[in-house]
């Protein structure tokens, strides 16, 4: 229950309790022996009922108990009459040891386990659990039973979802109520039950009701948590939609063998460069999708048969579902002009995490150039040094900056897909965007503000097809910054909203992502990147985003802010160049999304935290050599365990093994002492240059 | 009740305390004393309990409210000076009833079923869930002779016949359809206010200034619309006069006693598992509480004879101090004390001069006290003014009905579940405050013709002599009788009126002098008031004695058997 203060037990409490735990030990100990002989008589069964009654979470008695109920159903003489009466006892039982605790995991389960047996009546079960919803409305076991109840009675959606009603009128601030209410409704929107045919007509119904509760006590959380869920249910489209790729559609791609370029019609927007002997073909959809492969994704070109294209998802887990995937196309060999197309979801078999079919074929080309090897290139790289210090910048000259815009034209991303962000969503989402600045003007509320500030972000990213501007980001960025303030438990969160939106709004147009574009040096001296550097230092961003629109980028400033994570990060497949520089990257492991970076060839990680902190509270969160997503990888490796020094750095060792790296500066971390660099050395035979130094 | 056969006379002739009358007030003071070990005599002239407090079967009603409207009798012949050391002072009553206005509608039906009427003299009164009446019940276990049930809900009435439920907890407000959002926001947080000031949570006390403000300024204050106040002022807080109003308002309700009044609605909300509302009313009618009080009372060894009518008073003639009472049956009885009843006031013979120090004080006590009047109202129907719910009250502010409308007047349907009439069939409670009879018959004649269809007279009568057969249920008469073609029935939906009882009461004080006095019923819904000058007039007679003490509470009566006391 609810509400109820501890109380210091009172001597004679604490005589009972000892009391009752000696009689507790002494059942336990006859039962286990009848339970380890197997013995099923009907003395033995009642004794575990008694120990039950005492306590409910005795596991291995109810374990028991359905051992005897099976031994008693597999007798030869078991008539109906019989089985019935064995099942009703073990109700009884369940029923008393509810009553004792009616939060306990083994007896709900147990009852499952009983009805499920399907010889009792299953009526009696909805008046049990409206005496135990009584007792306690927002008793979750009992509303997990119910709906195991109400599945097996095949009682209807529609009557359910009246019961919650009536249980949230009774008292509005019921989690469970709320909580069920939203799986009905998910299940009526997935039949497509009458009445339930478009979410565009019950959701608005559902928001006005919302609203009784948010108004009449915004303390109360629950009205929040069910807002927050319709919310998802209005924005979120249910077919997955592919949101950018790289090539974007209309690319010219030059490239040069060992290299590639935009070639001599300059844009430096879309510069590649790889000596991998491959490029990258990147998808990025709205939400996780698996299923991608090259039977549902089709690349027409004259030089790689789709078939032999590997199709790879990019996310820190090792699940098969992901936003971003990617395939490597091989360069040809010889000079050719060809042109790429590539085909999303002509088959079925895209699928969302959600379940949802990938429902909206799309398709986009590129055109692809291979001009013959530069020798005089290659000789240069090998001593060259990149440094991205303010001195090797200068911004985009006025006579440069109309190609530059032409060749950013390019960028934009062609989106299909516009007409499916129907009406209601976005009149659902202005709706609600009024409603709430009315509370807000009423009265101080973190949450509404937090509310407020995710119903314009959503409604910005609804709209943004049509009006290409992000309207509202000045007031969900004054909206975050006021919550910082507010609600000091969580900045970080809040941070890490305002980093977002800070992002979105950076990158919503050309002009503004412009300005964040800098030339580095001469452009033509780079062999390794190329020249457009991408610069959001100095931002105070505590987290990365808008990936969508970054796929083009080789060359990534985020020096001078204050990440902790570089999630999502794995999505920018070009990145060739990178400076985390001065941030607060704790760990090793927070480098993780790097790893799938095959053309990352110059690290900047110095004036980090990492090492900083002996336990690592991202190891949990992020895959690591201790869990399953890399044990067999790393058990293929012989010499971890051949060498002591990368047994004691196997953080490091699992992080940078994969890298290509030609520069790193890590200068500045707790952990980069000499005997460190030495081993950074040993894993990584490639590396040219560290902390500035060259390496012999 | 002439023919009243002999009385035997009582025995012992000598109490402690005599009551006369058995009201609420008058039977609380008899158990309290009997509680305290004081011998009781309790005498009423009635046949039955309660007098102004009682329930009254539908036929005894109109006898008894004129039986106490008339002006004082004379003095019959002054009995000279009796024999004895005594001056007779003669009781007379007092008019405490005037304008008595009864029609009925369908009066066979009635006449018939009179006894299936418990119909409050009172009314409309309830009892808060966590009000005083409550706490003394328990405190006493009176509780156990009587049963109650819950009033299910509160509405606020408009001119146009509407009943909008008033949002008066969490989940009402909730759950309300006529509020809009920024209302309920408001509205709960005001209810969160006032509940972190009781709490004495330091953050959201509200300032001694304005406690003492008048509660409207301060819902001013707050920024509460005026639907709200209005809800809060005068379906929660229960004021009586306009108080927007300072030209009429006799009872400016203070931010404190407006706060408290809150609490008391609050606590009472939920108090009891199977009590929806804030409210309770007792099955069987509100004259069950003096009922249940002299129950209690006799439990402890008090002393009742009904019917007996007391005729004088008896004072000692050096002196002029209280003595005793002669009975009708011409008994005299004595005792230390008397409490009689708001009916009965004592007259000086004409020309007989009484002894000094009486004279000084009968003056005083025989001053017709004049706090305005109340007009009350009961209609018998035989539909439930809102479909679905029978026993609720019903506020309609002031000014709500019509501008010159200065008080509140206030409403309680009670159905036959409450076995205070017949089945299928409502009693409705109306009363106002006013200053004078005309201006309380227009404020019940407007909840009226709001509510209900009031059949000619000339019709009514021809559909009752229409109907030939006996009647054997009050649902079967419904039928028939709506189908003989009311008129109204079949255009508005408003139930018709069978019949009704106005009139004006006086509103009486208690008091505490030369001989005790109880009050008249009050205005309010509840008894709160009464209780607190009930508990004063106790305190005067016995100074000394505790009113109720805790012990009775540890062992409570589970029977009805007197058992000794310890």
Redesign the interface.
Known sequence: MHGRPRKAPKPEEEAASVAKAQKLRALQTQFFSFHHNKIYTKEAVELSAKLLEINPESYTAWNYRKLAVEHYLSQPDCNPDWIKSVLDDELRVVENALRQNFKSYGAWHHRKWVISKGHSSIDNELRLLDKFQKADSRNFHAWNYRRFVAESMKRSEQDELKYTEDMI????SNYSAWHNRSVLLSALFEKKAEGFLSKEKVLPEEYEFI???I????DDQSGWFYHLWLLDQTVTTDSPLLASSWPGHGYDVFLVEDRCYNGSAFSPFTALHSDSGSFPIVLYFNQPVGGVSSSTVTVECGFNKNEDLLWKPLSASNSQTARVWVAHLKIPSSDLLSTVEVSVGHSKGIISTRGFEYSHPSMFSFKVHVQPMERDFSQVSVAESISLREENFKIYGSQSEESIINSFNQLSIKNGHESTASNWRSEALAKEIE?FR??LS??DCKIGKLTLARLLMAYDVMSYPFANKLVHSEEVLELCSDLMKLDPTHYQYYKDEHSMVLLQKVTSSKESLLQHCFQYKDSVSSAICGPVCLRLNNLSLSRMGAFEKLLWVQMLDLSHNELQSIEGLEAMQLLSCLSLRNNKLRSLTALEPLRKLKLLRVLDISYNQIGDHSIDTTRYLCSSPLSHSVGSESNKDETVTSDVALIDNWEAFYIFKDFNLNQLEIVGNTIADEKFKSVLVKIMPKLKQLDGKLLG | MDDIPPYPPIDPTTFDLIVIGTGLPESIIAAAASTASKSVLHLDPNPFYGSHFSSLPLADLPSFLSSHSTSPSPPRSPSSDDPNEFSLLEFATRPLYSSIDISTFSPNLLDQHSRKFNLDVAGPRVLFCADKSIELLLRTGTNQYMEFKSVDATFVGDNKGNLWSVPDS??A???DKSLG??E???L??FFKLVQGHLAGEQDVKISEEDLQSPFVDFLNKMGLPPKIKSFILYAIAMADYDQEDTGVCRDLLKTKDGIDQLALYNASIGRFQNASGAFLYPIYGQGELSQAFCRRAAVKGCLYVLRMPVTALLVDKDTGCYKGVRLASGQDIFSQKLILDPTFKVTLPLGSSPPLPLKEKLPFFSLKDDKGKIARGICITKTSLKPDISNFLVVYPPRSLFPEQVTSIRLLQIASNLAVCLPGMFVLYISALCNDDDQGKKLIHAVMNTLLTVPLDSESNAAVQSETAEIGSAVQDETSESSSGGPSDSGEEKPTLLWSALYSQELTLGQVDFICSTPMPDGKLNYNDLIDTTFKIFQEIYPEEEFFPETSLENPEVDGDASPET
Do not use: G, S, W
């Open positions: 009128y009774k008292n509005f609203h009784q509760a108004f009449t006590d915004p409603c009315e509370l009423l009265m | 969490r989940a407000i909730f759950k959002l920024v309920k926001n408001k709960m947080r």
